[in-house]
C-alpha cells in the first residue's frame, strides 16, 4: 500500500535563491536557509549579507533510514542584528532522487496565503544507497 524508500545518504546543494522578499525597511536582506527532513535534524547555510539574490553553493547530508519520508523543508531567514525576520518556506517531493536521477529545480516559497511569490531557492539533490 505505501511504498518504503531505501536507506542512504540524500545530498542537497543550496545553489542560490532570487527575488527574496524584502523584509528589511532599509536596504536588502541578510538571507540564510534552514533545511531539514525531520525535526530533530535541521542545517542551515551561511548567512550572505545585503542581497535579495544570494549565491551559497553549499551541500548538505541527509542520512535517510528506511522510510516513508521523502519531503524537503526550507525556511529562508532574514538575519537581523538581533533576531531573524522569516522571508519565506517551502516544501520539496524528492521521492524521484531515489530512482538514482539528480534533481536540479527551483522551490517556490509562497507567501502565507499564496497568491504572491516570497522568491525562489534552486537546489541540487541526488540520493546514494547503502
Known amino acids: ?19 527574496l522578499h524584502g523584509e528589511d525597511f532599509v536596504g536588502k536582506n541578510d538571507p540564510y536557509i ?3 527532513i525531520d ?3 535541521k542545517q542551515k547555510t551561511s548567512v550572505c ?5 544570494p549565491v551559497w553553493n553549499q551541500t548538505f547530508t541527509f542520512p535517510l533510514e528506511e522510510s516513508r519520508n521523502h519531503k524537503l523543508y526550507i525556511e529562508v531567514f532574514d538575519k537581523d542584528k538581533v533576531g531573524e525576520d522569516d522571508v519565506g518556506e517551502g516544501k ?10 539528480p534533481i536540479d529545480t527551483w522551490v517556490n516559497l509562497p507567501s502565507k496565503l499564496g497568491l ?7 537546489l541540487y539533490i541526488h540520493f546514494v544507497p547503502n
Open 49 to 53: 549579507e545585503n542581497t535579495n539574490n
Open 92 to 101: 520539496f517531493d524528492f521521492a524521484d532522487a531515489f530512482n538514482g536521477q
Open 34 to 36: 534552514e533545511l531539514w
Open 1 to 19: 500500500m505505501f511504498e518504503k524508500y531505501p536507506a542512504g545518504t540524500l545530498h542537497v546543494t543550496v545553489i542560490e535563491a532570487k527575488e
Open 39 to 41: 525535526d530533530d535534524y
Open 116 to 122: 504572491s511569490s516570497h522568491g525562489e531557492v534552486h
